[in-house]
């Protein structure tokens, strides 16, 4: 696999223009004079993009947009300029709510073909879509619907929706790099299951049938989240319920009575048990700023509470653009300190809370919340040794994030040469879905730091003299592409966009 860099890029990482002394190699380890061993720092509020945030696959803050399948208008006015390009509409929600997002909530409405099948010419404007966010680096929490709460509810049958799930697999399976979480969706006004025309949802053959489907089309590595929390307990399956986990349509920390994921709530446990390893996306209401809806909610969710449900239940995604003239705007404002953060059990980034000079700086609700939903994925030092059989390489590696990674991906030890071109590539066999965080802030586990993982693995050394580039790589596992790559939050580590390659060490073979 060849990585072609500009002359820039080139010169920076062969150590030209001060990348290579961010990377410099320490003295040799005490304790054993053939490894060599390079420490790293995390992200400073001082550093360089220090404040903006790590835009990573499959976590952090999302937007939201909405088409309809047959001609990719969108149900609603606020999202007239969002027609027919998806790239378009992207750049929209950048310039609205700010950039550093690499996700969106994706509401597909087949209204038009609740009770017949979905015809080629839709299919083919849902893959436009996708394409558009592929143009754009992102990927959607996807969710497929008849009923919008506008238009007359649709008398779809649980054969209906198995019929399209079946049409949907194929599509689906073809984006998955484009698709971080397939929402179960379909039944009730926008997915959510709630009343419909023969109400699926009261139903657990009904619901375990839909729902088996949807399971059975799934792409490998890839899982569902319903919203309510009883209906996925009517599963009557368990290999299928297995692979669901939630999304809370209304977060507002008990606040309001459809906000069910609290510790007061009779499924608590059981979200304690599931949220770990299945995915689990948010969204505060809308506020009357921004809705004449009933249900708009216009009182400021308090951010260090939400930061603590958001980590003890280990949300990957939150939504960014609800309630985003009311509690988003506070967040923005309000400090958090790192004596609140140990207090309370959140996750302290290294030199998160620290400026160069050892001072320290608060943050704020908001950039806390952005960088540490989901994984936050932190290299402490690598080690390597010439070896007969090869590069011997071991690398420490801590999650400081609120949760594990959910999705697969190789953690791949790779050499580069002095123009970005990969020399060597070893699987280290890791999975990092094992990088677990630390204590959930609302429970009685103690407080303690998340466990260092070490991966390692040997690289066969290039036959030519020179100067190389040791990198760690999380690609995802059906693309190259380096936007769904994953970048470690550390300072130091350069990671030059065309690579997607988090390069640890300048060595001198």
Same mark, same amino acid.
């Given at each position: ?296 909610? &216009? =009182? %400021?969710?308090? #951010? ?5 449900? @958001?980590?003890?239940? +280990?949300?990957? /995604? ?105 020399? &060597? =590539? %070893?699987?280290? #066999? ?5 990088? @677990?965080?630390?204590? +959930?802030?609302? /429970? ?66």
């Amino acid at each position: 696999m060849r990585h072609p860099l500009s002359r820039r890029q080139a010169l920076a990482l062969a150590g030209l223009t001060g990348a290579g002394a961010a990377l410099g190699v320490s003295g040799r380890a005490a304790a054993d004079p053939t490894w060599t061993t390079v420490s790293h720092r995390g992200i400073r509020p001082d550093d360089t993009n220090g404040t903006s945030g790590l835009a990573n696959p499959s976590r952090g803050f999302r937007y939201e947009m909405s088409y309809n399948a047959s001609d990719l208008t969108s149900p609603w006015k606020h999202e007239a300029d969002f027609a027919g390009d998806s790239a378009k509409a992207l750049g929209l929600l950048e310039a609205k709510y700010g950039t550093g997002v690499k996700l969106t909530q994706l509401y597909v409405y087949l209204w038009d073909y609740a009770t017949t099948t979905i015809p080629s010419s839709a299919l083919a404007n849902i893959q436009k879509i996708f394409d558009g966010l592929r143009a754009k680096g992102y990927q959607a929490i996807l969710r497929f619907s008849y009923d919008d709460g506008v238009r007359p509810d649709r008398p779809y049958t649980v054969q209906d929706i198995q019929r399209h799930i079946a049409q949907l697999a194929p599509i689906v399976a073809t984006n998955r790099d484009v698709i971080a979480v397939w929402q179960a969706g379909f039944v009730g006004d926008w997915g959510e299951w709630g009343p419909n025309h023969y109400n699926h949802q009261n139903w657990p053959d009904a619901t375990t049938a839909i729902m088996t489907s949807l399971v059975d089309a799934l792409p490998a590595g890839m899982d569902t989240q319903m919203r309510y929390p009883w209906l996925r307990e009517r599963i009557t399956t368990s290999s299928v319920k297995a692979k669901v986990g939630y999304h809370n349509d209304y977060f507002t920390l008990g606040g309001g009575a459809w906000d069910y994921y609290v510790p007061s709530n009779s499924h608590w446990p059981t979200y304690l048990e599931v949220t770990p390893t299945r995915t689990v996306d948010g969204e505060m209401p809308w506020d009357k700023g921004q809705s004449e809806d009933p249900y708009a909610w &216009s =009182t %400021v969710i308090d #951010g260090l509470g939400a930061a603590r449900r @958001l980590q003890t239940l +280990r949300f990957d /995604t939150l939504s960014v653009v609800h309630n985003a003239t009311v509690t988003i705007p506070a967040w923005k404002t309000t400090t958090l300190t790192k004596a609140q953060a140990t207090a309370t059990k959140l996750p302290v980034s290294d030199g998160y809370f620290t400026d160069s000079s050892g001072n320290p700086v608060a943050r704020t609700h908001y950039d806390y919340i952005r960088d540490h939903l989901g994984y936050r994925i932190e290299i402490r030092q690598a080690r390597y040794a010439k070896l007969p059989s090869g590069l011997s390489v071991q690398v420490d590696l801590v999650n400081r994030g609120f949760a594990a990674p959910k999705h697969p991906r190789s953690a791949l030890l790779t050499l580069l040469d002095a123009h970005g071109r990969t020399v &060597s =590539t %070893v699987n280290t #066999g890791a999975d990092w879905r094992t990088w @677990l965080p630390g204590p +959930r802030s609302e /429970t009685n586990e103690p407080a303690a730091d998340p466990a260092t993982r070490t991966i390692t693995g040997t690289l066969p050394l290039p036959t030519t003299p020179g100067t190389y580039f040791l990198g760690l790589a999380l690609p995802h596992p059906t693309t190259s592409a380096a936007a769904y790559a994953v970048r470690c939050a550390n300072a130091g580590v350069w990671f030059p966009p065309s690579l997607g390659v988090n390069v640890l060490a300048t060595i001198a073979l």
